[in-house]
């Protein structure tokens, strides 16, 4: 057996850019498909001050907004520098009801129920877990990731705001998360499986367990019904930020009631009830088993 002689990796740089010089040169083919370099830091130092600067009151009072107070650990707990149960204590030393981290602590039990289906069913999570509540047969999706939404250039402002964001920070915000998989699995027909492999390749917190499965969610192979939004909830959570400067405003695929879009999107399929922009990418109705 023919056995490769290994060096210690440099742990220790002066600045953050000598870092980033250091892993471009050690790995060069990691950056041929896209050279970008999130602005988020790793480490425990920097996982403790975002842990710091969690409000569990504020998080539940404004989570589905993009400029909510999102706790932006999700990287951080996905690589194991923070455990669940050290922001589970956090959240509750934090607060002076514990009903106000209820909110935040369900999340942290969502990402942990997660991780124990993925443990039960391993690279099943792979394969649609249900059939299709769309009217539509898995055969109709396509399999391959459209050219125009991976690079950001569909002409709609908010879906490609989401596509470079996704790629130069390698985060979204969970409503984002919803918006661009529903777009992509329902208006654009894509096998849920593209957007899945796709976020993986860009998420610092993409884990198959809860990517993987919220996608079957929006896709509706892990839930219910199809997860869908209409112009007026993305203006509502986004506050206006893309919709009124995006050329295809009052004509865009989100405009109409969800009915209309119901009517649009599933036409062959049964009624699906109405469903509100508060819905969760990773959070579908827990399953009795």
Known sequence: MNHTKNHDMRREFPSRDELIAYVREQFPNAADGDESVSEIVGGRKAAEVALNQVNPAQYAKSRNFLNGKVTRLSPYIRYGVLSLAEVRD??????????????????????????????????????????????????????????????????????????????????????????????????????????????????????????????????STFSHKPYFFNRENLEKYTNCAYCQVCPLYGKCDFEGSYEQLEQRLFPQAESIDKRGGSRSFERPKKRRR
């Open 90 to 219: 956090f959240a509750l030393k934090n607060v002076q009801n514990p009903n106000e981290a209820e909110k935040l602590i369900q999340e942290l039990a969502w990402r942990d129920y997660w991780q124990r289906l993925y443990a039960e069913k391993g690279d099943a999570i792979w394969k649609d877990q249900e059939d299709y509540k769309t009217g539509y047969a898995a055969g109709v999706y396509q399999a391959e990731l459209p050219a125009d939404v991976e690079q950001g250039t569909t002409g709609m402002v908010c879906i490609d705001s989401f596509s470079h964001e996704l790629r130069e920070m390698g985060y979204l915000h969970n409503h984002a998360r919803m918006w661009l998989a529903a777009y992509l699995v329902h208006w654009r027909h894509v096998r849920w499986q593209a957007g899945a492999r796709w976020f993986l390749s860009h998420l610092l917190d993409g884990d198959p367990a809860s990517n993987n499965l919220s996608w079957q969610w929006v896709a």
